[in-house]
């Protein structure tokens, strides 16, 4: 039996159709692994760090963008940080060349590295934790703020000068008192145990100062009292409640006072 070419023709096309069709297969699944595992490019990134008690952008601060990818067996971490960038003088940065990986084991998180001239410990930690800011997975624009309180203590100097001018103690009952107290804001986003959202809001004194005739030993020499009373507070918004008790006459009279991180004391002066 002879077999003409054209029959060979014929099973060489059916050939090539099972071919292409395997073909498209085999490059379809390989489009879809591909658009499994592509990256998301947001078309901007902006990131503002801020501290809420100066009501500011922390101007010059450093933050990283770091990837970290879990094993999902494991539960441990890869981590690489893909970029460090300095906040202007409003405390932001935008930038737009990052891309990020769509898969759920990879997240984004941006963590203050450097602030107010001092590196933060943690910056570099490899993990995922509570509190870390988050950049979505989005091809649009995307807005990351940093809530960021630096842990710097500073002092408080009470002074209470021109006793002897005002005639400090010419009535047995004079009195004065000045109470600090720090002024706790509710923070969104920033829950830190002792200076935080806790408080909602509250108040607690920190510190005090009272004076009467008999607590002052020698009224007629002293001008400034104390010449140094110190103590020791976190920064930040400070209400100062002044209470007179002067010739009879009661008034009552309420400050703010802001202590900045870079202050070593805060002097508050107040005269009688």
Known sequence: MTISKSYYSYLWVIYLKKVNKLTAIILFLISAFALSTCRKKPESILIKVYNPFYDEGVAGAEISVIETKENSITKNYECQTLKHVTMNSQGEALFYDTKLRKGDKYTYVV??????????????????????????????????????????????????????????????????????????????????????????????????????????????????????????????????????????????????????????????????
């Open 111 to 272: 963590r203050v590295s450097k602030a107010y001239d001092a590196t933060v410990s943690n910056a570099n930690l490899c993990g995922n934790f509570e509190g870390d800011n988050v950049i979505p997975k989005t091809n649009s624009s995307v807005s990351v703020q940093i809530i960021y309180v630096p842990p710097f203590q500073a002092g408080w100097a009470i002074k209470i000068i021109n006793l002897n001018v005002g005639g400090f103690g010419s009535f047995s009952n004079d009195s004065i008192s000045v109470r600090v107290f720090q002024d706790f804001g509710y923070v969104e986003g920033w829950d830190d145990q002792y200076k935080g959202s806790q408080f909602n809001g509250s108040k607690r004194e920190i510190a005090s100062l009272n004076l009467s005739p008999l607590s002052v030993p020698n009224n007629t020499d002293i001008v400034k009292y104390p010449e140094s009373q110190f103590f020791p507070t976190y920064f930040g918004k400070h209400k100062v409640l002044v209470y007179k008790k002067k010739s009879g006459i009661v008034t009552s009279t309420t400050y703010t006072e802001v202590i900045r991180h870079d202050e070593f004391i805060h002097e508050f002066v107040v005269a009688w």
